[in-house]
Nanobody, 122 residues
Framework: QVHLVESGGDSVQAGGSLRLSCLLS????????MAWFRQGPGKQREWISS???????RHAYSVAGRFTISQDNADYTLYLQMNSLKPEDTAEYYC????????????????WGQGTRVTVSS
């Protein structure tokens, strides 16, 4: 059973930056992909970014150019560097992993973290 633990959420002002981390443990082999999702107040959970074993990364249009996903190949820790934060980025951010899925649709995710809260004030 893969265990994911996020950290790094905080309250910041608009224009600020944060770096989220996701520690991966209790895995037998590296997931096929990992991703970040978020869920804002009163909103559905939405996909933000994904990264694959070949290093390829994808980002949602809403965060492209501001957020960057990366992964440590030594221990598979997942990161999300968030720059130029906006109030609409306020959400609970979730780390996710999939063995064989796409890591874009929430239905393709096998494992979820507990979430870390990001609040951006104007």
């Amino acid at each position: 059973q893969v265990h994911l633990v996020e950290s790094g959420g905080d309250s910041v002002q608009a224009g600020g930056s944060l770096r989220l981390s996701c520690l991966l443990s209790q895995y037998d082999y590296r997931p096929g992909c990992m991703a970040w999702f978020r869920q804002g107040p009163g909103k559905q959970r939405e996909w933000i970014s994904s990264i694959y074993t070949d290093g390829a990364a994808r980002h949602a249009y809403s965060v492209a150019g501001r957020f960057t996903i990366s992964q440590d190949n030594a221990d598979y820790t997942l990161y999300l560097q968030m720059n130029s934060l906006k109030p609409e980025d306020t959400a609970e951010y979730y780390c996710a992993a999939s063995v064989y899925g796409t890591c874009i649709a929430a239905g393709s995710i096998d494992y979820w973290g507990q979430g870390t809260r990001v609040t951006v004030s104007s």
